[in-house]
Every structure is written in C-alpha cells, then in structure tokens.
C-alpha cells in the first residue's frame, strides 16, 4: 500500500495489487481495509495538535486550501478507497456533532486499527476484539465523566469560556488571534444564546469575509452587514433610530417604454415633462418622508438625478440591494418589503439601532452597518485578511463557536494535551485485568491506542514521543494527577490546569464514541465484493 499524490497534489491510496484481486475474504479483507484506515490516520497525524502541521490542498480547478482542520482535509482529500471514505465519514460525523475535535477522532481510529491488526495476527478473532474495545470505551467515557470538572461562567463572566475556545483556536493557523478571535466567538454565541433553554441557534450568526485588512481587524457585529454603500457620497454615513423602507418598486418616475411615443418637438414640451418627472419624484420623496422613513432601501436603481434629489430632501438611500440580503433586512428591522409604492405606510418600515457606512483600506469599497435590529438577535462576524486566511479563519470560528455552543448546553470539560487520554488509558488499563476473558487483550490494546494521541502530540511539537510519555504517565500515576499532559508550547509546566487547556466533555466522550464504533465497522467487514466480480 502507498501515498501516491496526483498531478493536483492532491494524496491518494493505491493498494498494492488491488486490480489483481477483485474480492478479498477473511484475514485478508480485514487487513487490507485496516491499512486502508491507518493510511488516512497517518496523513492526520502530522496535524494535531498546537504545533501541528497545516496541509496545503488544490482542488481540480486551482484553487489552494491551507488548512489545520481534519475535517476539510478529508472533505477536500479524493479518496477512493470505500474504507477510507468511512473515516472521512467519521470525521464528517464529529464536525457534525460536535464542530472540534475532527483530527483527534481519526488519529484515534488509526491508532485502534493499528492495535487490532497486531491482536489479529495474534489469532483473535475480529467479533472478540470488537467485544473489548466496546468494554473499554465504555470504561473509557465513564472515566472522562469522572475527571471532568463543572465551570461556571455567566454573561458577566465570560473568561472560562473564552478559555476553552482559545484552546481550539491554538491548534489552528489563526492562533496568532486567538484571544480576539475566542472573546469574539464567546460573545456572538451569547448574542443568539437562548441561556434559559441552554440552546444556540448557530443559523443567527453570519460568518462574513472581506479580502483587506488585518485578521487583527476582524470584528463582532451586532447586526447584518450589507455590501452596499449610500447612493450619494454627500449623503449622511451615520444614521441613529433609522426607519427604514424597503422597497422592491422602481423609486423613479415612470419611464416611457418603448412601445410608447412622445412627440416633444418644443422647448416648451420638454420643460413640461422634465417638471412633470420632477414633481412626480419629489411626491415619492415626500410620501417616504411622511410615513417616517429616514432610510430607504432599494432593489431597484434610480438615475443621478433622481440621486441628486435625494440628497437634497435629505432622504438617505441605497440602491441594487439583492433580494437576498432585502429579504434579511426585512426580517432583522422587523420590516415588510414593500412591492408597490402606493402601499408603503408607517407600520412597514423597518427599525435599527444603527445605521453606518463604513469604507475599508485604498480601495473605494464601501459596506453599509446594519446595527441592533428591532427583531432579531442575529449578528455578524466579518473577518479580514487575504483569501486564504480568510476561509481558514472561517472553519476555525466554526470549531470556536460549536464549543462555545456545547459549553452553554454542557458546562463539562476535561482537560486537554492528551492528559485525559492518559488518564483513561491508566484506567482502561488497570480495568482490564477484571476481565477474564480474551477481551483482556482487546482492552489493553484500547488503552495504548488511547496514548496514540498524547504521542502525536509530543511527536507534532519536537518532543520524543515514547520518553515524554512515559515521563508524564508516571507523574499521573504517582501524583494521581489526571491533569498532567505534553507541554507542547514548552510553557515549563504540563499542568494543563494551569496552563488553561480545556475541552468539553462531550466532544471528547464522542471522540472515543465514533472511533470505537467506525473501528468495530471496518473489523466486521470479512468479505470485500467489488464490482469487477460482476
Ligand atoms: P482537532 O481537530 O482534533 O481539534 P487540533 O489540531 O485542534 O485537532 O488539536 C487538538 C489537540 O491539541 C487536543 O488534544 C488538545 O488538547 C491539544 N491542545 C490544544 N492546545 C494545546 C496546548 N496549548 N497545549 C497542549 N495541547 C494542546
Ligand atoms: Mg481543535
């Protein structure tokens, strides 16, 4: 079996003979799909953890990814191999149900999968070592409940959560913003957070990118933004207890369509129709004025002088809004989109807090604030950079913002650097000996793939892996300490208590979960039919 890379740089596996062999039984199957399932592992590994390394991936039409997160790598990674697509799958499963820990669960599936390849070849059957990693990980999540530690955070005190998405966000290549990066995941969450029913509607944040600036210059904003900018550059950029319009009717005088003829053969003529458009605007200006507006928003454009008009009614506008972005406005200012401009009246227009035109950098872009929103809670992360930084940092809010979500709904947490990994295999494996049966074997095997984490770790941040973790192993045992873990950043202490390393409990309990459970998947699979039988 081989890493081969295609001419996009793009890894994939080729296993050796496979066209020869059409159908792989028993043993044979079992392996096969094993190093299938370790190949992946093994390109994952490099990317754990705080000095973990980034992959740089293209996609067939050239466009570049750099990126830290297990999960894009995998979704950008083609794999043909069906075992292989199970652990992109497993991947896939965490980021669904957790958001982090993506890279950690396939290294822990690799690791198992190393370990029940030695059992195998030691003559266990699949089934029994199927049975005792199930026991194990059982073992294994009771034990993680029993070190966790309750935090307790308020609105006013939001430090330990901010804490816990640093430590996400430290792993990643943004990890130079961590701490403005986490304080702005922390508070977007609380913005949407329902604290009383212990949910957050993720959908209310809005994760916008804009190429320019600094990621330093990324900010939170209560509010929507539209990438819009007033009609006129004279027209006031600020505007306090806006009401605003919405209107999806042209915000013009009619126009004379084709099919229409006027003759103006007198100066008279046309002095009377450009008076005629004239007033006819200035009446819908007047209209928009009455009802209250102080904003309006257009789908549709109106000419300069139309504009011009505007200006000097003092009736701020912008124009060409997509119906998407209207249809947001709408629903955040608590405002009905008006289709025909007779019906425009008081109770349709929207509220905000805050309007604002902010421009960015040399160029002349421009982009319209739309702040503290009469109905809706829904806010905006606009994160600036080049393009690349700019994704990156969007999947790595992501991470940020699930944890923040699963903290508000489970306020557990373990501590990180593979020290609970360490203190479950110390428990795993001191277990195993009330086991009579084979599954003994199986279940010390779990417990050494469990120490697979904090060794990719050591191994990611230049510390010899086997030493640094036996040195840390024993300091568990002989302080009965289940917070020592890899002082990857060479801190001077690995007392991942002190140095604030957090995850939840439920994203490590579900690591172990969907490990153990795509790793008993693949152990079943005893015959490997593929079409070329047919
Ligand atoms: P994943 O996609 O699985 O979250 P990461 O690359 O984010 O992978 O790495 C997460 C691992 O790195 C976790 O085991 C976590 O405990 C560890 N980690 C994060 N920050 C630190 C740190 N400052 N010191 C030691 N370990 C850390
Ligand atoms: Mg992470």
Redesign the pocket.
């Known amino acids: 079996m081989a890493l081969a890379f295609d001419e996009y740089g793009r890894p994939f596996i080729i296993i050796k003979e496979q066209e020869q062999k059409a159908r792989l039984r028993g043993l044979e199957a079992q392996k096969a799909n094993i190093s299938a399932g370790k190949a992946v592992a093994r390109i994952?590994r490099t990317?754990?953890?705080?000095k973990?390394m980034d992959k740089m991936l293209q996609s067939p039409d050239g466009d570049v990814i750099i990126t830290?997160?297990?999960?894009t790598i995998l979704e950008q990674m083609d794999v043909d191999n069906q075992i292989a697509k199970l652990m992109v799958e497993l991947?896939r499963s965490?980021d669904y149900e957790i958001g982090?820990?993506?890279?950690?669960?396939?290294?822990l599936a690799g690791a198992l999968l190393e370990q029940a390849e030695k059992l195998l070849e030691r003559g266990i059957h699949p089934v029994r070592i199927s049975e005792g990693y199930e026991m194990a990980s059982k073992l294994a999540v009771d034990h993680l409940e029993s070190i966790s530690q309750k935090f307790e955070f308020s609105v006013t005190n939001i430090e330990p959560l901010v804490q816990t998405c640093?430590?996400?966000l430290?792993?990643?290549i943004v990890n130079r913003c961590k701490r403005a990066l986490a304080e702005i995941a922390v508070k977007a969450v609380l913005a949407v957070a329902a604290l009383e029913r212990k949910d957050v509607n993720l959908e209310l944040i809005k994760v916008e990118g804009k190429v320019g600036g600094k990621l330093e210059d990324t900010e939170l904003i209560y509010g929507i933004l539209v990438d819009k900018d007033m009609s006129h550059p004279q027209m006031p950029k600020r505007i306090e207890d806006a009401n605003i319009a919405i209107l999806t009717c042209p915000f013009e005088p009619p126009k004379p369509k084709t099919k229409h003829k006027i003759d103006i053969d007198t100066v008279e003529k046309f002095q009377t129709l450009r008076q005629q458009e004239l007033n006819y605007f200035d009446d819908m200006v007047q209209k928009c004025k009455d009802v209250g507006a102080t904003l309006v928003i257009c789908q549709w454009g109106f000419d300069d002088e139309a504009n011009h008009l505007l200006m000097h009614r003092n009736l701020p506008a912008v124009r060409w809004v997509g119906g998407v972005e209207l249809e947001l406005i709408a629903i955040a200012t608590g405002g009905r989109i008006v289709p025909r401009f007779q019906e425009l009246t008081t109770e349709k227009l929207g509220k905000a807090g805050l309007v604002r035109e902010k421009s960015f950098g040399t160029t002349k872009d421009r982009m319209l604030y739309i702040e503290h929103c009469a109905n809706s809670r829904a806010v905006t992360i606009f994160i600036r950079g080049n393009k690349m930084m700019i994704e990156e940092t969007k999947r790595s809010l992501h991470?940020a913002l699930c944890v923040a979500r699963n903290l508000i709904r489970n306020n557990s947490i373990v501590?990180?650097?593979?020290?609970?990994?360490i203190s479950c295999a110390i428990a795993v494996e001191a277990a195993a000996d009330r086991y009579p049966g084979v599954e003994q074997y199986a279940i010390r095997s779990f417990a050494e793939a469990l120490d697979s984490?904090?060794m990719a770790?050591a191994e990611n941040?230049g510390l010899p892996r086997i030493d640094t973790l036996t040195a840390v192993k024993s300091q568990q045992i002989k302080e009965n300490n289940p917070y020592c873990?890899?002082?990857?950043?060479d801190?001077g202490t690995n007392n991942?208590r002190e140095?604030?390393?957090?995850?939840t409990l439920i994203?490590k309990q579900q690591?172990i979960l969907l490990a153990t459970q795509v790793v008993k998947m693949i152990l079943k699979i005893d015959d490997v039919i593929t079409p070329a039988e047919y």
């Open positions: 994952l990317s754990l953890g705080p973990g830290n997160d297990g999960a991947s965490q982090d820990g993506t890279t950690g669960v396939v290294v640093m430590t996400t430290s792993s990643k991470d501590y990180g650097g593979g020290s609970a990994e984490i904090p770790l941040s873990g890899i002082d990857c950043n801190v991942m140095q604030n390393v957090f995850e994203g690591q």
